[in-house]
């Protein structure tokens, strides 16, 4: 318990905040409430450890001002029910029975402070305004973790269709495991996104992500840029290298297309993975390291291990942990959500642009198209009509430049017109066509049609 009575330049700037004074001396209660008025705050009283706690139960409050002996409810009590609403809640104790045995319980509960009576008010509201202002910093900094996370983990990830539903869950029980993680899908599909949200949902999030394309670099270097290497090792190295496992140290290795790795790398790999020690090219010494390796292929890479292209013990050691990432064609009732999400992202980068949204006609079409792409294809295809559009609406005449716009299907009562066709088709077509109507969102379709999106599910199983 600090004793002294510093200046704290903290407090100057009074902080919007509630507090709740409890004392069961109405006088000394509101002996403190008047000055904290004063001060900027906004200050209930209570006269007991009964009325703090009913209080504390039905109001929002930044910091508690208790004293501690009570008759029934006391300031420990008041403390324990403080906490028990928010942990987070500082709670500052008094009382005129100063001793060593009631200080360390009341700072083993988890008391902010402790005053002596009598004490100054000055020293009330010191302590108090540094109580509040370390409340508010902790909040900033809830808020800047929770922004990074949404930024590079699960909040990253746009979709709600059903294979996007269950990637969400496999990675957010992964996200806690030790084991290596492969990252399987196309090219495009996002796999990136979903090594960050390994990464970040997980217990390493503190620590680095760091990613590399194996394909981005030959042998030789992708070699000195894994493992790093020492002054002199080669032609060119003039000085030390760490390389990217040290740099990644206590967190996450991404390594991007682990197909296309060289096989003289593969061993190499696969001694880390086993021992957890890289050694810089020229060097004899080998330095521990702790990272998480999360790898990711476009490639078949059963195959490539019967053509010999890769290690059948690096495969095995890899294939641990297995998720796909399903591709844009899988999941195209995302695709309004995921142009929604582009869309804003291309102005924030191109403040400039007078584009503010795709009509439901250019989304419809976008949620027809094959996308080989996936993902990124899509994201580069929306920037581009953002930069290029001089219009708030991106209409279909705008983007038939840019990408090839499928002919609407024709409504099924037309079709139905030429012929006799048995209720059941006709609702099975009818059902498709709203579905592509509303650019593959199933959701929104069903919602149109009034019935549960399990029957579109399951009439496109029919159909």
Same mark, same amino acid.
Request: proline residues 6%; glycine residues 8%; charged residues 30%.
């Given at each position: ?257 682990? /197909?296309? @790795? #060289?096989?003289?790398?593969?061993? $190499?790999? =696969?001694?880390? &993975?086993?021992?957890?020690? +890289?050694?810089? *090219? ?84 976008? /949620?027809? @198209? #094959?996308?080989?792409?996936?993902? $990124?294809? =899509?994201?580069? &295809?929306?920037?581009?009509? +953002?930069?290029? *559009? ?74």
């Amino acid at each position: 318990m600090p004793s002294d009575k510093p200046s704290d330049a903290r407090t100057e700037a009074r902080i919007d905040a509630r507090v709740l004074v409890v004392d069961d001396h109405v006088e000394m209660g509101r002996m403190l409430q008047e000055p904290l008025a004063d001060a900027g705050w906004t200050v209930d009283l209570a006269t007991g450890g009964q009325e703090a706690v009913t209080l504390l139960r039905s109001r929002v409050y930044d910091a508690v001002l208790s004293d501690l002996r009570m008759e029934q409810v006391d300031g420990l009590d008041v403390l324990d029910a403080a906490r028990a609403v928010d942990p987070e809640l500082p709670v500052l104790l008094m009382t005129a029975f100063g001793g060593v045995e009631s200080a360390v319980e009341a700072m083993r509960r988890g008391a902010y402070h402790y005053f002596t009576k009598p004490f100054r008010l000055d020293e009330v509201r010191l302590y108090l305004g540094r109580a509040l202002e370390d409340r508010r910093l902790r909040a900033e900094h809830r808020a800047l973790k929770q922004a990074s996370q949404e930024r590079s983990g699960l909040g990253s990830m746009v979709g709600r269709s059903a294979p996007m539903r269950g990637l969400y869950e496999l990675v957010d029980r992964v996200a806690h495991a030790a084991a290596p993680v492969l990252l399987r899908g196309e090219s495009g599909s996002g796999k990136e996104l979903v090594a960050r949200a390994l990464h970040f949902e997980g217990p390493r999030a503190p620590g680095p992500f760091v990613a590399v394309n194996c394909t981005a670099l030959p042998g030789p270097l992708l070699e000195s840029e894994l493992f790093g290497h020492v002054k002199g090792a080669f032609t060119g190295a003039t000085s030390v290298r760490r390389g990217l496992f040290v740099e990644a140290h206590g967190g996450t290795l991404f390594l991007d297309e682990i /197909g296309d @790795m #060289p096989t003289e790398l593969q061993a $190499r790999l =696969l001694r880390i &993975l086993e021992d957890g020690e +890289v050694r810089a *090219v020229g060097s004899d010494a080998h330095r521990t390291v702790d990272v998480r390796v999360v790898a990711a292929t476009h490639q078949d890479l059963e195959a490539r291990v019967r053509e010999g292209r890769f290690r059948a013990d690096l495969f095995y050691r890899l294939n641990v942990v297995t998720l796909r990432v399903p591709s844009l064609k899988e999941r195209r009732e995302d695709i309004p959500q995921l142009v929604e999400h582009f869309t804003a992202r291309s102005r924030a980068r191109n403040p400039r642009s007078r584009v503010t949204a795709l009509s439901p006609e250019v989304v419809a079409a976008l /949620g027809a @198209m #094959p996308w080989p792409g996936n993902v $990124r294809e =899509l994201e580069n &295809l929306v920037e581009r009509l +953002v930069v290029l *559009v001089p219009r708030e609406t991106v209409e279909l005449e705008d983007l038939r430049p840019h990408a090839p716009v499928p002919e609407p299907e024709p409504h099924p009562l037309a079709l139905a017109q030429e012929g006799v066709w048995p209720l059941r088709r006709l609702e099975g077509e009818y059902i498709h066509w709203m579905v592509q109507h509303c650019g593959g969102n199933k959701t929104r379709a069903a919602e149109l049609l009034g019935i549960d999106v399990s029957t579109i599910h399951r009439r496109e199983r029919e159909r």
